[in-house]
């Protein structure tokens, strides 16, 4: 059994907004005589929209309506009838993310792209989107190692670290080619963001709006932005200033073993990659240029191995049109009348919570208290480890646990879903059904490795009804 899905990633970032359409292939890995095992053996993208600069109506808000014209175009001159999308990605990115309306343009683009492309935001899910698009995980995985990945865009530096083709690391910088604008005719500076403002004080450069732009000193501000990638990663002494330079305050990368391996993405990336020969190094009316130049001409950076990327500008939307979704496992149990469900919290249960029926419950009525919005609680997905072979007996206690715990939630007549590592989705969906007669009201869903402080979205099925697209993301906005 093979099967395509086409998918969608939209990328509406600081400086760019782009559109890719994938093709993700899915085929039953397993023998005749076994049951089903259905994986994703191949990912494709089909088709790359131009790039086009972030339409903003001011500086604090994102021009809805330009945003939706960009991608109604890129879908009609790419053919694709959205109704024949069966999943994806609108993730938004960088300084974009802290607009006061980009949770509203975030969920009307999630609609209008087709049924089940999902909205995503945050800084940890966009790090490791756009390492997946860079091909960072394929080359630490293929070698063995621990490899590193900078998306360099307008407004953040996006880290992703992977050991063995795992993430192991994120982190994110306010580090950016468009933190500084430059009016490319005037050539005086026409915004400096607040950062930036403060890092060119701790360094004693003399830059402000208003002032005609000095490459010398437009250097010094890049330079400095660049001993801020070098610190992430300790190759240079951390000062006191740089905590204020981490996008989300106290959350630093956290590096446990040697990183072996560096690589870039990202609209710098180009300019760290390849010597451009540039008359004009404000052409785009930022310090873009000029940044890549001096991480290019690092010598700290250059004392880890880099590689080139797959991907440099277009690695976020690649990462979110072919490498966000998942299939669920094929041993799953479900109400096709409950599908697609998109946005649902993730309420995770450590090993120690699953000891037995009496400690899911309570564990569960302890937690459901963090889902509660305006006095309500939200519909949530349970996810745990669950037992490698469980016995009867456990699938029993698992199951009355997790309907006692969830019992606020099925007296108003949500779902019961739940995602569970180990294979047992079948069996537990199984009993379930035996102890709510006449109700099929739940999803149960496994193979999935599902963090605590994300949210979940489940399509329709594949596979001829064996698997399930699902989407893990945060949602996150400043």
Request: aromatic share 6%; glycine share 10%.
């Amino acid at each position: 059994m093979r099967e395509d899905l086409l998918s969608v990633g939209i990328d509406i970032g600081t400086s760019t907004t782009q559109v890719v359409f994938s093709s993700i292939v899915i085929e039953d890995m397993s023998s005749g005589f076994s049951v089903p095992r259905i994986e994703i053996i191949d990912k494709q993208v089909i088709y790359r929209s131009d790039i086009y600069f972030t339409p903003l109506t001011s500086p604090v808000e994102i021009n809805m309506a330009g945003v939706r014209d960009i991608v109604a175009d890129e879908y009609r001159k790419s053919g694709v009838d959205k109704s024949k999308i069966k999943t994806g990605a609108v993730i938004i990115t960088g300084e974009t993310a802290r607009k006061h309306n980009a949770s509203e343009v975030l969920h009307y683009l999630s609609e209008f792209a087709g049924d089940f492309v999902v909205a995503a935001a945050g800084p940890d899910l966009e790090s490791i989107i756009a390492a997946r698009g860079a091909g960072a995980d394929i080359y630490s995985k293929n070698h063995s190692l621990t490899a590193a990945n900078y998306d360099i865009g307008g407004g953040t530096s996006n880290i992703a670290v992977f050991s063995q083709g795992n993430p192991a690391a994120t982190g994110c910088l306010d580090i950016g080619g468009r933190l500084v604008k430059v009016d490319a005719k005037s050539r005086r500076v026409t915004y400096i963001a607040e950062k930036i403002s403060g890092l060119c004080r701790e360094n004693g450069i003399n830059l402000k709006v208003g002032d005609t732009a000095s490459e010398g000193v437009l250097e010094q501000v890049a330079q400095s932005m660049c001993e801020v990638l070098e610190m992430s990663l300790g190759l240079r002494s951390k000062t006191a200033f740089y905590q204020k330079m981490l996008t989300e305050p106290g959350k630093d990368l956290e590096v446990k073993s040697k990183i072996n391996a560096l690589c870039f993405s990202g609209g710098v990336a180009d300019y760290i990659y390849r010597d451009y020969i540039q008359d004009d190094l404000l052409q785009y009316g930022d310090i873009g240029i000029i940044l890549g130049r001096k991480i290019r001409a690092s010598r700290l950076l250059a004392e880890i191995p880099r590689f080139t990327p797959s991907e440099t500008i277009r690695a976020t939307v690649v990462g979110a049109g072919s490498h966000i979704t998942e299939v669920s496992g094929s041993t799953i149990e479900y109400d096709p009348k409950l599908l697609p469900c998109k946005n649902i919290p993730v309420l995770k249960l450590t090993p120690e919570e699953e000891v037995t029926g009496q400690a899911i419950s309570s564990a569960i009525q302890k937690k459901l208290e963090w889902f509660r919005l305006e006095g309500d609680l939200q519909l949530v997905a349970v996810a745990f480890k669950g037992p490698r072979s469980p016995t009867f007996q456990q699938v029993c206690e698992l199951a009355e646990g997790l309907m006692t715990g969830l019992e606020p939630l099925l007296i108003k007549g949500c779902p019961l879903i739940t995602v569970s590592e180990n294979d047992l989705a079948k069996v537990l969906g199984q009993t379930i059904r035996a102890q709510m007669p006449g109700n099929r009201n739940y999803i149960c869903i496994d193979s999935l490795n599902v963090p605590e402080g994300t949210y979940i979205d489940i399509g329709l099925p594949a596979a001829g009804g064996a698997v399930l697209p699902v989407i893990i993301k945060t949602l996150l906005f400043k």
